[in-house]
């Protein structure tokens, strides 16, 4: 009895162990989500209150509409940013699984030194040459627009997509695209009809990288883009801010945060299985 209760104990408690660990991670990030939904739904006197209440205690949703009948209509510059986010998605998901594919099927001298090279890429942050991108994008006319900036996302998230593509394509058997090549079909037929299926995990966790990355992007938004009228959405919520002397209507920018989050948390939830089979394409190969 006392072995049996011992087997019984042993087999509990590291169960609960992993439901305390869960639980507490849960928690750690789900209250952040609960402060900022709780801040959106307070008047500007709570939201500002110091201490800060735990929850609100008059409820209201006039942030909310403030987002769209203050100064600056919030709403006006989603656009903006699923513009330039679906763009710069759209154009790296091709170049991504081109340039992965040659990475992994066709190999030429010297492939593997390129394709370090560009992984190497990783090490250099983005603000250190977001100088020499700004000269480039004026000399080719592209400075404060959208286009312009759309470019340069593709350029920051190129090189991972390029990772993820070339190991979601060395996964996928090649006796699949041999036996279709030999039934006629060419390279890039191959790729689309047999391997690509195969590869949509990868296709997805690539898009959505690079959809949530530059859909919150702030600091070259804000250096590139000088119209107000094309101003993201992360740029125009410090706009819309600020109140008087420098103040911080933090009612007014957790409402423009919730706001922000939305498009994300809808997204991931109906692609979340396609995003971690992709992370992992490759890694048991």
């Not at 959106?40 to 949703?61: G, I, Q, R």
């Not at 006796?175 to 299926?197: C, F, T």
């Amino acid at each position: 009895m006392a072995t049996a209760t011992r087997a019984r104990r042993r087999t509990v408690m590291p169960r609960a162990a992993w439901w305390g660990v869960c639980t507490a991670l849960a928690v750690l990030f789900i209250y952040p989500l609960y402060v900022m939904l709780s801040q959106s739904l307070k008047d500007p006197a709570e939201a500002a209150a110091v201490p800060p209440t735990l929850y609100p205690h008059n409820p209201s949703f006039e942030n909310y509409s403030g987002l769209a009948t203050g100064d600056i209509n919030v709403f006006d510059h989603v656009a903006n940013s699923a513009l330039v986010s679906l763009g710069a998605t759209a154009l790296t998901v091709v170049l991504s699984t081109l340039g992965g594919y040659a990475f992994a099927r066709l190999r030429f001298p010297g492939s593997n030194v390129l394709f370090f090279a560009m992984l190497a890429t990783f090490m250099i942050p983005f603000q250190a040459i977001i100088t020499p991108l700004y000269i480039v994008l004026k000399d080719l006319g592209l400075q404060n627009s959208l286009l312009g900036l759309a470019l340069v996302y593709t350029t920051f998230h190129l090189p991972f997509g390029l990772f993820l593509m070339r190991n979601s394509f060395a996964a996928v058997p090649i006796g699949m695209e041999e036996a279709a090549r030999i039934d006629g079909a060419g390279v890039l037929k191959a790729l689309w009809y047999v391997v690509l299926p195969l590869a949509v995990p990868g296709v997805i966790t690539t898009a959505l990288f690079t959809f949530f990355a530059s859909w919150n992007e702030f600091f070259a938004a804000l250096i590139l883009i000088t119209d107000q009228a094309k101003f993201t959405l992360p740029v125009t919520l410090t706009l819309i801010s600020s109140g008087v002397f420098g103040s911080i209507d933090w009612g007014l920018l957790q409402a423009g945060v919730a706001l922000t989050i939305i498009p994300c948390v809808a997204i991931y939830l109906v692609l979340q299985r396609y995003y971690v089979g992709g992370l992992l394409s490759g890694a048991l190969k």
